[in-house]
C-alpha cells in the first residue's frame, strides 16, 4: 500500500511539472468554471486486447463546456515520468445539473498497471483541471473467482469429508485436488488435480491424518488468486462407558451406558466371556451395532466378562472396555447388626450346576487391614458340609459370638481342587448391648375348660437382655400370688381340675433392667350338674 501511495505522489507531481500546474490551474482566457467530479473506467481488472471505456464527468456552472478532454497515461521511469496521450473527445454529453460526459475507449493497453489521468483544455491549447490517477490494470487472463462455501470443521471426527463450492460469474467448470499434510503452492502445482463439481464428497478416510483440499477453475495457474483451499484433521470421536457392574458381582444381568463426543456416531460393541480358571474366552458378540444403555441378561456364575465399545470403522486398539466377574459365592449373615456376646450366623451360598454336591471348604474370614494399605482375610471358621438350598445352590453356615463390638469386614472364600472363588464382602456391625426393661408384647388369655382338661396360657415380652418369664398364680381374687415351679416357658400348661375354678395366671418377666407382668387371665372350671 504505501509503494503505491508512493508511485502515486510521484505521478501527480510529474503531470503537475508535465502540465505546468499543480491541482486546478487557470490562465486568462481560460474557463474557470471547469472541474473534474469522477474518473472511471468500465471494467477493471480488465483482459488485455478487451476494450476499456474510460468516463470523464467534469462540472461546469456557467454553460456546457467548450474545451475537450484529453486522456493521458502518465509512466515513472528510472530517471523521470513521460506521459502518452491516449485519446481526447470533445464531445460534452450533459447529465444535467450542470455536469457533463467524456468518454475514450481503447483495447490496446499492454498487460500490467497503468495510471490514468484525465485533463481539460479550454481550447487555447491550456489545461485548466485534471483527474487522476486512476489505476487500471490489464491481466493476460481473469480467472472466476472460487470460493469455498461449505467444508468439515478444522477437527472432524467423521471419516467422509463433503465440500461445497461457487464461482464467480457463475457457470465455470472446476479442477480439485485432495491431499495430506499441508503442501504449499509448488507442490500442489506437481500434484494431479482432477475435474470435480459441487458437492464433492471423500469417503474412507483415515483418522489421525490432516487433509488438504484445494479447488479451482478448470486450466487456472495455481496462485492464492485463481484457488480456495481448506484445511482439516480427522480424529476418532472419544467414547467413553459411564457405568456399569462392579468389578465383582453377583448378578446375572448387567446394564452399561456409554456415550460418545459428538453425540450422535454410530457405535459397535463387543462381548467375551471367559470361565474362572480357564484359557478359553468364547466370543457372544463381535462388534455388532449397539445403543446405549446396553442391557445383558442371563449371564453364568463363575465366568470374567469382557465388554467393549468403540466408533464404527475404527481400529479395535480405539475400543474402551470394561470387565467384570460374576462370583459363585454369595455372603449374608443373621442378625445383622448383632449384639457384642450373641451368636450371629453365616451363610455362604455356592452355585453348582455340575449335579452333584460341591466337595470344597467354605472358608469364613474378616477382612484385616493394616498399613500400609495391606489387607489379610483371618479366617474365623469353616464349613465342609453344605446343605442343599435348592438345585444348584449349596449352602455352608458358620456361627459365632466372638466378634467384638463395631464393624466387621467379612468374607468367604470356597475353595476346591486348588482354586479359590471369593464372595462380595459384607460388613457385619457388633453393638455393645444396651439393657432395656421388658414390655410385654403378647397377654395371656381367659379360659373356660372342664376338669380333667389340658388347659395353657401363654405370654410374650421384649427386653434386653431377653428377660427370662415366671408363672404365678392367685386363689384368692388377685389379691396374693405365688410362683409356679418349673413354670419359667412363655407357655404354661397343665391339667385342669375342679379346684382350679376362678384361679388366675400371670407372667412375670424380668432382666437386669426390671420387669414387667402381664395381665391376669381367669380360668373358669364349671362344676358338672348332678
Given amino acids: 500500500m504505501k509503494s503505491i501511495v508512493r508511485v502515486a505522489a510521484r505521478t501527480i507531481i510529474a503531470?503537475?511539472?508535465?502540465?505546468?500546474?499543480?491541482?486546478?490551474?487557470?490562465?486568462?482566457?481560460?474557463?474557470p468554471a471547469v472541474t473534474f467530479t469522477s474518473l472511471t473506467s468500465s471494467v477493471n481488472p480488465s483482459v488485455y486486447g478487451d476494450a476499456v471505456t474510460f468516463t470523464a464527468v467534469v462540472s461546469a456552472s456557467g454553460g456546457a463546456p467548450v474545451g475537450k478532454v484529453i486522456f493521458l497515461e502518465i509512466v515513472i521511469e528510472t530517471f523521470g515520468t513521460s506521459q502518452i496521450l491516449l485519446g481526447e473527445d470533445e464531445t460534452a454529453t450533459p447529465l444535467g445539473e450542470?455536469?457533463?460526459?467524456?468518454t475514450f475507449s481503447i483495447s490496446a493497453l499492454a498487460v500490467g498497471q497503468h495510471a490514468i489521468f484525465a485533463t481539460y483544455d479550454d481550447g487555447s491549447g491550456i489545461s485548466t483541471a485534471y483527474a487522476g490517477p486512476l489505476y487500471q490494470t490489464v491481466a493476460e487472463q481473469i480467472w472466476p473467482t472460487v470460493t469455498i462455501t461449505s467444508a468439515p470443521p478444522e477437527i472432524s471426527y467423521s471419516t467422509t469429508a463433503t465440500f461445497e463450492f461457487s464461482s464467480d460469474p457463475e457457470g465455470a467448470e472446476f479442477e480439485c485436488i485432495l491431499a495430506t499434510g499441508s503442501p504449499s503452492?509448488?507442490?500442489?502445482?506437481g500434484l494431479t488435480w482432477s475435474a470435480c463439481s459441487s458437492p464433492e464428497t471423500y469417503t474412507n478416510l483415515l483418522y489421525y491424518t490432516q487433509y488438504s483440499f484445494a479447488v479451482k477453475t478448470e486450466g487456472a495457474p495455481i496462485t492464492t488468486f485463481t484457488l480456495d483451499g481448506h484445511q482439516w484433521a480427522i480424529v476418532p470421536p472419544q467414547v467413553t462407558i459411564t457405568s456399569g457392574p462392579a468389578e465383582v458381582t453377583e448378578s446375572t444381568d448387567a446394564t452399561l451406558t456409554f456415550s460418545s463426543n459428538p453425540?450422535?456416531?454410530?457405535?459397535?460393541?463387543?462381548?467375551?466371556?471367559?470361565?474362572?480358571g480357564t484359557q478359553n474366552a468364547?466370543?457372544?458378540?463381535?462388534w455388532a451395532p449397539c445403543t446405549s444403555p446396553r442391557t445383558l441378561t442371563g449371564l453364568s456364575r463363575g465366568y470374567q466378562y469382557y465388554f467393549g465399545v468403540k466408533p464404527e470403522g475404527v481400529a479395535d486398539s480405539y475400543a474402551v472396555t470394561r470387565q467384570w466377574m460374576i462370583t459363585r459365592v454369595s455372603l449374608t449373615s443373621s442378625p445383622n447388626p448383632s449384639q457384642s456376646g450373641s451368636d450371629v450366623t453365616f451363610t455362604a451360598t455356592v452355585w453348582d450346576d455340575s449335579g452333584t454336591a460341591p466337595g470344597g471348604t467354605v472358608y469364613f474370614a474378616e477382612m484385616i487391614y493394616s498399613w500400609p494399605g495391606v489387607v489379610t482375610p483371618q479366617p474365623v471358621g469353616q464349613d465342609s458340609s453344605p446343605t442343599v438350598a435348592e438345585p444348584g445352590l449349596y449352602a455352608y453356615t458358620f456361627s459365632t459370638s466372638t466378634l467384638t463390638i463395631g464393624s466387621h469386614e467379612m468374607i468367604a472364600l470356597y475353595q476346591d481342587d486348588g482354586s479359590t472363588v471369593m464372595s462380595l464382602p459384607i460388613t457385619q456391625v457388633v453393638a455393645e448391648v444396651t439393657a432395656q426393661a421388658p414390655v410385654v408384647t403378647t397377654q395371656p388369655a381367659h379360659r373356660t375348660v372342664c376338669a380333667g382338661s389340658s388347659v395353657s396360657f401363654a405370654a410374650d415380652a421384649s427386653g434386653t437382655p431377653a428377660p427370662t418369664v415366671q408363672w404365678q398364680v392367685s386363689s384368692d381374687g388377685?389379691?396374693?400370688?405365688n410362683s409356679i415351679s418349673g413354670a419359667t416357658t412363655t407357655t404354661y400348661a397343665f391339667t385342669a381340675a375342679a379346684g382350679d375354678n376362678a384361679k388366675?395366671?400371670?407372667?412375670?418377666?424380668?432382666n437386669s433392667a426390671g420387669s414387667a407382668t402381664s395381665s391376669a387371665a381367669i380360668q373358669i372350671v364349671p362344676v358338672p350338674s348332678t
Fill in 478 to 481: 388377685g389379691m396374693t400370688w
Fill in 263 to 276: 453425540a450422535g456416531v454410530d457405535l459397535v460393541c463387543y462381548l467375551a466371556a471367559q470361565e474362572y
Fill in 282 to 286: 468364547l466370543i457372544l458378540e463381535d
Fill in 15 to 31: 503531470l503537475a511539472v508535465l502540465l505546468g500546474m499543480a491541482g486546478s490551474l487557470s490562465a486568462e482566457g481560460a474557463d
Fill in 98 to 102: 450542470d455536469s457533463y460526459e467524456y
Fill in 504 to 510: 388366675r395366671y400371670r407372667a412375670v418377666f424380668t
Fill in 185 to 189: 503452492l509448488e507442490e500442489l502445482d
